[in-house]
């Protein structure tokens, strides 16, 4: 499979925190993308990151590029309750957009 | 603008049954995709368009068929329904395929008895 793999599974941390995930993956890459999926909703685009750019901010989003190592990470600054969400890696190969398992983020009040 | 739309939201089959996911998006994108999300699996691609008139198969094709009525519309038809095909529907869109981000629609849960 070329599915990508996010880490960690799962993440726990108290309102205000870093909230920090990393996606790896197989293949080479066009680009990479994460996406947002609040509990029972379809997926929400938050930021693509070509593969000639290492590092792309968003608002408190900053993800990170490193295709030596094929990997990517995604930081949320300051988390919110809103926040909570499981977070999903996207590569693009062979013309398709293939997509991690994610990672549960639960914020904490 | 609606987005991307989905219909039904639930449903439940008993084994054999067939019937068809309806998908439109009204943003004149290219492509669509059909995808399915298990628990633990994340979303695996079923079928996906590149454009009007063209379809090919994902990394999960069997047991499903699709059409692309025309640039709105992408339809999954399940022809015999399998316990198997118990899952969350999602049809997505993009402008170009491969290039673009995607737009979700909000899924259909399926429950297949």
């Known amino acids: 499979s070329q599915q990508g793999e996010e880490d960690p599974q799962a993440l726990s941390i108290q309102e205000g925190e870093n909230a920090t995930m990393n996606c790896s993956y197989k293949?080479?890459?066009?680009?990479l993308q994460w996406y947002r999926q609040n509990s029972g909703r379809g997926l929400v685009h938050l930021i693509l990151?070509?593969?000639?750019?290492r590092e792309k901010h968003s608002g408190r989003l900053r993800v990170t590029l490193d295709t030596s190592k094929k990997s990517s990470s995604l930081l949320i600054t300051a988390s919110r309750a809103a926040d909570t969400a499981s977070y999903f890696c996207?590569?693009?190969?062979?013309?398709?957009?293939?997509f991690g398992k994610g990672t549960r983020l639960h914020i904490l009040p | 603008n609606a987005g991307v739309t989905q219909t039904p939201k639930f449903q439940v089959l008993k084994t054999g049954q067939s019937m068809t996911l309806q998908c439109a998006q009204d943003?004149?994108?290219?492509?669509m995709y059909w995808y399915r999300q298990d628990p633990g699996m994340g979303l695996r691609l079923i079928y996906y368009?590149?454009?009007?008139?063209?379809?090919d198969k994902g990394e999960v094709p069997n047991g499903y068929n699709v059409s692309r009525l025309n640039k709105r519309e992408f339809s999954l038809r399940l022809e015999s329904a399998a316990p198997s095909q118990t899952s969350v529907y999602f049809c997505?869109?993009?402008?170009?395929?491969?290039?673009?981000?995607?737009?979700f629609g909000p899924g259909t849960r399926l429950t297949v008895l």
């Open positions: 997505a869109s993009s402008g170009r395929q491969g290039h673009d981000t995607q737009y």
């Open positions: 293949t080479s890459i066009n680009n």
């Open positions: 990151i070509r593969s000639n750019e």
């Open positions: 996207a590569q693009r190969s062979d013309d398709k957009i293939i």
């Open positions: 943003m004149n994108h290219n492509s």
């Open positions: 368009s590149a454009s009007e008139g063209t379809t």
